[in-house]
């Protein structure tokens, strides 16, 4: 029997059950995945706790590596042993093995190992979305990452600065400063407080270009107050709660501001996409470009300790869910 992980109700991390289920053979277009690396990830929180509304009972998790066990009829390109990865917008990525749809399965390079594959796809390809076509960060351009010692904030720092930008990591603590400034920020603000300000005066009163949040409501108006004329307000987490209702008025008094709140899934919704995407990713985590920091790493039955650590920011990069 294969084991993974459900919820039945909505709430903290002790609503996480470790329960045996059956998996049977590969359908049409499926692969059978034996997973040997999980990532864990905030939107994994946000639908345990019901934030992102799912029909109960539920699993949970959106990437995993491992190795093929099965093809599926109508299955090109695949065979058993092959080493892949996957990020999807359905859950289920908590468990040892599972059924998974060939079209939205990714081989792995040589270059890539399985944990990095698996505590990166949701992180890295969020990040290539934001940098990449959300707004396309351009050489010289002055950026704010916030949580910039997190997962998804430590490859936007390394990744926006191979392409040429000038990052301002603001982060929770020194300990965590100290780490991006390693990875290459500019500046690292300790805290969020006065934070208008003290971009301003780093950018000599101009502003930034962007500003890309993950923190949500606590962040989310002093950050726009960073941004010189016509930037760009990217909001894509919601760490200390979901942001509040905003007037178009207040973008267009502070310079008529962009305000976006994307969603990975809707730029990898076409399999070439996603695959291209991928591909620039790998390339960027082969070449050393980007590295991944797992910071931690969790049995599958300690996923509860996981979720709690992550919620009260005791963790630091990635996480990395062993089944």
């Known amino acids: 029997m294969a084991q993974a992980i459900r919820i039945h109700e909505h709430g903290g991390p002790e609503v996480l059950r470790l329960e045996a289920v059956t998996v049977g053979d590969p359908g049409p277009g499926e692969l059978r995945l034996r997973q040997t690396a999980i990532g864990l990830n905030f939107i994994d929180v946000y639908q345990r706790i019901g934030l992102y509304p799912t029909t109960l009972p539920s699993g949970l998790g959106r990437e995993a590596a491992g190795v093929v066990e099965a093809v599926g009829p109508r299955v090109e390109g695949f065979a058993p042993g092959d080493r892949v990865a996957y990020v999807l917008a359905t859950s289920g990525a908590y468990s040892d093995v599972r059924l998974l749809p060939a079209e939205r399965v990714l081989k792995l390079p040589d270059t890539v190992s399985d944990r990095d594959a698996a505590t990166s796809l949701l992180k890295g390809l969020t990040a290539h979305a934001l940098l990449r076509r959300t707004y396309k960060v351009r050489k010289g351009d002055w950026i704010v990452v916030h949580a910039a010692a997190g997962g998804v904030g430590m490859i936007l720092v390394q990744w926006a600065r191979h392409l040429g930008a000038r990052v301002i990591g603001v982060v929770g603590s020194e300990q965590k400063a100290g780490q991006v400034r390693e990875l290459g920020a500019e500046h690292v603000l300790v805290?969020?407080?006065?934070?208008?300000?003290?971009?301003?005066?780093?950018?000599?009163?101009?502003?930034?270009?962007?500003?890309?949040?993950?923190?949500?409501?606590?962040?989310?108006?002093?950050?726009?107050?960073?941004?010189?004329?016509?930037?760009?307000?990217?909001?894509?987490?919601?760490?200390?709660?979901?942001?509040?209702?905003?007037?178009?008025?207040?973008?267009?008094?502070?310079?008529?501001?962009?305000?976006?709140?994307?969603?990975?899934?809707?730029?990898?919704?076409?399999?070439?996409?996603?695959?291209?995407?991928?591909?620039?990713?790998?390339?960027?985590?082969?070449?050393?470009?980007?590295?991944?920091?797992?910071?931690?790493?969790?049995?599958?039955?300690?996923?509860?300790?996981?979720?709690?650590?992550?919620?009260?920011?005791?963790?630091?990069?990635?996480?990395?869910?062993?089944?």
């Open 191 to 323: 805290g969020a407080e006065d934070l208008a300000a003290r971009v301003r005066a780093l950018t000599r009163g101009k502003g930034v270009a962007a500003v890309y949040d993950s923190v949500g409501k606590d962040t989310f108006m002093p950050s726009l107050d960073c941004l010189q004329p016509l930037g760009v307000m990217v909001t894509f987490g919601n760490a200390s709660g979901p942001v509040p209702a905003i007037a178009p008025l207040e973008l267009a008094r502070r310079g008529s501001l962009f305000l976006t709140r994307p969603i990975l899934f809707d730029y990898i919704k076409k399999t070439a996409d996603l695959r291209k995407a991928a591909a620039e990713l790998f390339a960027v985590l082969g070449s050393g470009i980007v590295k991944v920091h797992i910071g931690q790493t969790y049995r599958l039955a300690d996923i509860a300790a996981a979720h709690a650590d992550l919620e009260a920011r005791r963790t630091t990069g990635s996480t990395v869910i062993l089944p």
